[in-house]
């Protein structure tokens, strides 16, 4: 079992390079499959998630060619198995998206239940009812879904809640319905617009990503595209909150700034100075945090992937700070484990009420799901003592070359994987 371990108490300072967007990237793989032409994709991150669909995709007969670390060329013309099995599906969730896109394609689709991160319940209610509004019968049987239609048609729906799944996933099956389909109340994450792109590069006609209604004219076919993956927001926000936390000085290159107005306001709120330029955003952080409030909303708003990052920097600030977490019910599993690092933290249903101290102590700690684990990292980093941190794997599914990065800003960590490395690190660094 592979673990981190850190020893805090360098500010980072530097400029890291942002890799590509990985919750674009696993629906945009997925969508790929929708031609019988080859697409070549770029700026893939290199992380096991999407390596997993992948996986997924070559085994439904598709053929994945990885080019190199961030590019591949996908040709799903010899598909012949329309069944995702809950292997894939119980290690990432985004596995779904072979549902909308084998439905709008094939017409039918057999994927198991959803896994992916314990961080709360994602119910796929809306997924099926913007299936079943264009026509397809859906079941669930045996633990899959399974959905097949004679036609598809275009349909006018309002979806109960903001899904940015139910989003992507109706929208890839009403890319190749017969007619027009309006969705309303819809996500307006960058990640949604991203796909709905990459689909009118291959033909689609999907017109209003990114605002509260899509309109979907359907298409018989889609072509051959060549696209380049989004900068993942998530990864470059983690990067501005480790410089925060650290009282560090940190530059992140290949962002669009525009997708990081809310982490900016935040960043700005507890006392960062914020910089940013057409395609980089640099964070510095010279005294002591400030508190705030904040509350986690669909986007524009504030992102649930980025609450555990900004809850490490409260821990850290002078006075009283609330997070309110109003998308995913288990997100605050991680504030037990930064109690042990000795932050003052009390919970109350959604609500947690963190009264900042000084600094952290390093202790043995457990990543419970990919962002808590990123935001624990930056916890030790903000430490003066040595953090362990266990359960990483979560952390590799999200983050390419997370601990290189960090130690490329003059963070020390290193990447270790018995109790004989541990003490190892500790007798280098005295």
Same mark, same amino acid.
């Given at each position: 079992m592979e673990q981190y371990i850190i020893k805090g108490g360098n500010p980072l300072v530097g400029e890291v390079e942002i890799g590509g967007a990985k919750n674009a990237a696993l629906a945009i793989l997925a969508a790929a499959i929708m031609t019988d032409e080859t697409v070549l994709i770029d700026n893939l991150p290199d992380v096991n998630d999407i390596n997993v669909m992948l996986?997924?995709?070559?085994?439904i007969g598709a053929t994945v060619q990885r080019i190199d670390r961030h590019t591949v060329k996908i040709n799903g013309s010899a598909i012949g198995n329309f069944n995702i099995e809950y292997d894939y599906i119980k290690k990432i969730r985004a596995s779904y998206y072979l549902l909308g896109a084998l439905l709008g394609k094939y017409k039918r689709a057999e994927v198991?239940?959803? +896994?992916?991160?314990?961080?709360?319940?994602?119910?796929?209610? *809306?997924?099926? %009812? $913007?299936?079943? !509004?264009? =026509? !397809? &019968?859906? &079941?669930?049987?045996? +633990? %899959?879904?399974?959905? /097949?239609?004679e036609q598809l048609r275009g349909t006018h729906l309002?979806? /109960?809640?903001?899904?940015? =799944?139910?989003?992507?996933?109706?929208?890839?099956?009403?890319?190749?319905?017969? $007619?027009?389909?309006?969705?309303?109340?819809?996500? %307006?994450? #960058?990640?949604?617009? @991203?796909?709905?792109?990459?689909?009118?590069?291959? =033909?689609?006609?999907?017109? $209003?990503?990114?605002t509260d209604v899509i309109k979907i004219r359907g298409v018989k076919s889609l072509h051959k595209s060549e696209y380049s993956i989004i900068p993942d927001q998530i990864e470059a926000g983690t990067f501005m909150f480790a410089a925060a936390c650290t009282k560090g000085d940190v530059t992140v290159l290949n962002v669009i700034p525009k997708h990081l107005d809310a982490t900016i306001s935040k960043l700005i709120d507890i006392g960062c100075e914020v910089e940013e330029f057409d395609d980089a955003v640099r964070v510095v952080a010279t005294k002591r945090l400030k508190s705030t409030q904040v509350k986690t909303l669909p986007y524009p708003g504030y992102p649930t992937d980025m609450q555990p990052q900004i809850g490490v920097a409260l821990a850290l600030a002078d006075g009283t700070s609330t997070i309110t977490e109003s998308i995913f019910e288990n997100r605050f599993k991680y504030l037990d484990e930064l109690a042990r690092m000795g932050a003052v933290i009390k919970v109350e249903g959604n609500s947690a009420t963190i009264e900042g101290v000084e600094k952290f102590s390093g202790?043995?700690?457990?990543? #419970? @799901?990919?962002?808590?684990? !990123?935001?624990?990292?930056?916890? +030790?980093?903000?430490? &003066? =003592?040595?953090?362990?941190? &266990?359960?990483?794997?979560?952390? *590799?599914? +999200?983050?390419?070359?997370f601990e290189q990065k960090l130690q490329s800003l003059g963070g020390m960590i290193e990447k270790v994987s018995s109790e004989k490395e541990i003490q190892k690190f500790k007798l280098k660094i005295g």
């Open positions: 996986e997924a995709i070559s085994g198991a239940l959803p +896994g992916g991160c314990n961080i709360g319940s994602r119910p796929i209610d *809306q997924h099926l %009812k $913007g299936f079943r !509004a264009l =026509g !397809a &019968d859906v &079941d669930i049987e045996h +633990g %899959k879904i399974v959905a /097949d239609a309002y979806f /109960d809640v903001v899904s940015v =799944g139910a989003t992507i996933n109706v929208m890839m099956t009403a890319a190749m319905a017969d $007619g027009i389909t309006i969705m309303e109340n819809v996500a %307006k994450e #960058p990640h949604v617009v @991203d796909v709905a792109n990459f689909l009118n590069s291959m =033909g689609a006609n999907i017109r $209003g990503a990114g202790a043995r700690v457990s990543a #419970p @799901d990919l962002r808590a684990g !990123a935001a624990l990292c930056i916890a +030790g980093l903000a430490t &003066d =003592g040595i953090t362990v941190i &266990d359960d990483i794997v979560y952390i *590799q599914r +999200g983050y390419e070359c």
